[in-house]
Each structure stands twice: as structure tokens, then as C-alpha cells.
């Protein structure tokens, strides 16, 4: 593909995004040519993508390493602190009901949970424990907590 028109490339400054170019114009022609889509409108193909082996594989091991840090941290907590750290984000309860629940006031909740937290923030090394409570999805926080409780 390259050999036939190399004494009619210009000079560039970006390796990377002429090969991606190039190869999507390829692509897209070969497409064409072949009449496999008849006339191709360029902005309604999909772009698939697919992590490659490699990367899951990186990302298992860092989520790996991220729940050995948080069973570690959690073993640091008295056990009202792991209770009510449980029935707040792994049971979605409000501070209301975990107050109730636990049998303490309001602001006793709120604060045991604010000191686990607290605790669990000394824990983890500096900016961690900040990725961690920036998970965007409920679910993934709670699967971490639902998982270290189960393994005790």
C-alpha cells in the first residue's frame, strides 16, 4: 500500500495520524470498489473497538491490586465503623436509616461513617483513595464493599 506511492508523499509531522488516515481512506475505498455498501456515508459507519488482551489483562491486575489495598484498608476499622461504612454504601441506606438501624443519632452516623472513611484515607496511598471514590458507577463501589465483607 505504501511502496506504490511513496515518491508522492509530502513531508509530515505526525507518523500516527497519516497511517490512521491512510488506512481509513484505504478501508473506505476497498468498500466501495467492492460495492459491499453501495454509497457509504463516512459518518454513519460504526467504529468498533475492542480492548485488546493486554489491556484487560492490565486492568484485571489493577483492579486486583485495588481490592487487596481497600480488604487491607477495611481491616484497619473498629467494627462500628466497618458496619455502618457497610449498611451506607454497600446497603444504600441514608444517614436516617443507618442511624436507625445502628441504634445512635443522626449526627453519630455521619460521623462514624466520616471517620472510616477518615481512616480508610490514611490507608491508601496519596490520590488512590481519590480514584477510588471517583468510580462513577454506585454498583462498582458497592461490589468492592460487598466483597470484602464477604471474605470475612
Known sequence: MFTKCCTRLSPTN????????????????????????GTIDPEKLPFLYDISAEEKIVANEFEQQRYQQLAKAMSTLSTRQKEAIYLKFVSDLSYEELSKVMRINYQSARNLVFRGLEKLRESFPKGLFLFFLSIKSQNSKSTYFKNIFKKK
Open 14 to 37: 505526525n507518523i500516527k495520524l497519516y497511517l490512521f488516515k491512510t488506512l481509513k481512506r484505504k478501508i473506505f475505498s476497498s468498500l466501495v470498489a467492492g460495492k459491499f455498501l
